[in-house]
């Protein structure tokens, strides 16, 4: 039987697991786009990236009690817990850029000479979390100032906002 040749050659792709020890041979690894500044990278990303979904859950969670009980302490600790998420999602895309600066430089099984790279719809993505975060902190902080007396809503919030002496 004649073998059908094919006009091209299929290569296989190997994905790099950065989270993994290098397999190595004779002290070198096998894998050539394996670097451990990407690994520590990748794994700052991971971290910060969960760290920030939590924060973010927080942060959802007491926005919605300050709707409920609308005092100006929680409406600052809202607005606190929401900037907490900003930066930690600021980090998470600053290491990203600094990943693939340190690819672009010292990887060049990854990126080979006249090669680019370019950012896509996740990368914008991640910038609107971190401007929708920011906003969310300065709106919770700017209406959290206090309203006392004939500026308050109702007679129950002017009486939470007035200070409270404890004692005998």
């Known amino acids: 039987m004649d073998q059908i040749a094919f006009p091209f050659t299929p290569k296989c792709t190997r ?6 020890q290098p397999a190595k041979d004779n002290g070198r690894p096998v ?18 990236g969960i760290i920030s ?9 007491f926005s ?3 709707f409920h009980n609308p ?7 809202a607005a606190g817990i929401h900037f907490i998420s900003t930066s930690c999602t600021f980090v ?7 990943s ?15 090669a680019y790279h370019y950012y896509n719809i996740s990368f914008f993505l991640a910038w609107f979390v971190v401007l929708v975060n920011l906003f969310a902190a300065a709106s919770f902080l700017w209406y959290s100032r206090k ?11 002017a009486m939470a906002d007035e200070p409270t002496i404890i004692g005998r």
């Open 100 to 114: 693939v600066d340190h690819m672009k430089k010292s990887v060049k099984f990854i990126y080979p000479e006249r």
């Open 31 to 48: 894998d050539l786009a394996y670097d451990i500044n990407i690994a520590n990278y990748v794994r700052t990303m991971i971290s910060f």
């Open 92 to 98: 998470v895309v600053q290491v990203m850029m600094s």
């Open 15 to 20: 994905c790099t697991n950065y989270l993994a």
């Open 71 to 77: 005092r100006y302490m929680f409406k600052r600790l």
């Open 147 to 157: 309203r006392k007396g004939d500026k308050a809503a109702t007679d129950e919030l």
């Open 53 to 61: 979904l939590f924060v973010m859950a927080m942060g959802c969670g």
């Open 64 to 66: 919605v009690y300050t």
